[in-house]
T-cell receptor, first 113, second 114 residues
């Protein structure tokens, strides 16, 4: 079964610093990969998705992610963190059967002033 | 306002009681999903539905029942609530079986079983 592993349940950065949230996937075939963001007391919102069209994917709010098949990774980055980026971020992969997403355990991002 | 709405937002119930969480979407999306979110587990799929009258189990279906008599509604019922079902429940919908459309999530229902 396909799965994703998010490295680091908590990441803390200073405002203006680089944001790097790590996600590794396991899949026997090229997967579809997603990053979602969850702000406090809200549902999940799609940040970006990889569907094999391009390895570097740009999303909303200045985030981007690069699909690296050799490393089975799909890390999320943002050059300069903003206070409003503080949230929980989930990496997800689609299962081979049906259209069901499997989520990682999430990474809580804290942005310090 | 169009979108996907869940009700109630918060619910406290007693062990052994039946509880139904509601989910309504206004897009006529074919696919609908129920997830639970627990610390250390991320989101886990409970049940999903590909269309009206078609439902299937996800990763953690035990203790839950779903129905989908109409495309826009996908209620989740806990037949006899247990403390282990204390969680935040999210409903989601998707336009098609092609996952590149992504999912749209509701705001969640926080359920506490005492």
């Amino acid at each position: 079964a396909q799965s994703v592993t998010q490295l680091g349940s908590h990441v803390s950065v200073s405002e203006g610093a680089l944001v790097l949230l790590r996600c590794n996937y396991s899949s026997s075939v090229p997967p579809y990969l997603f990053w979602y963001v969850q702000y406090p007391n809200q549902g999940l919102q799609l940040l970006l998705k990889y569907t094999s069209a391009a390895t570097l994917v740009k999303g909303i709010n200045g985030f981007e992610a690069e699909f690296k098949k050799s490393e089975t990774s799909f890390h999320l980055t943002k050059p300069s963190a903003h206070m409003s980026d503080a949230a929980e971020y989930f990496c997800a992969v689609v299962q081979t059967s049906g259209s069901r997403l499997t989520f990682g355990e999430g990474t809580q991002l804290t942005v310090n002033p | 306002d169009a979108g996907i709405t869940q009700s109630p937002r918060y619910k406290i119930t007693e062990t052994g009681r039946q509880v139904t969480l509601m989910c309504h979407q206004t897009w006529s999306h074919s696919y609908m999903f129920w997830y639970r979110q627990d610390l250390g587990h991320g989101l886990r799929l409970i049940y999903y539905s590909a269309a009206a009258d078609i439902t299937d189990k996800g990763e953690v279906p035990d203790g839950y029942v779903v129905s989908r008599s109409k495309t826009e509604n996908f209620p989740l019922t806990l037949e006899s609530a247990t403390r282990s079902q204390t969680s935040v429940y999210f409903c989601a919908s998707s336009e098609s079986g092609e996952t590149n459309y992504g999912y749209t999530f509701g705001s969640g229902t926080r359920l506490t079983v005492v």
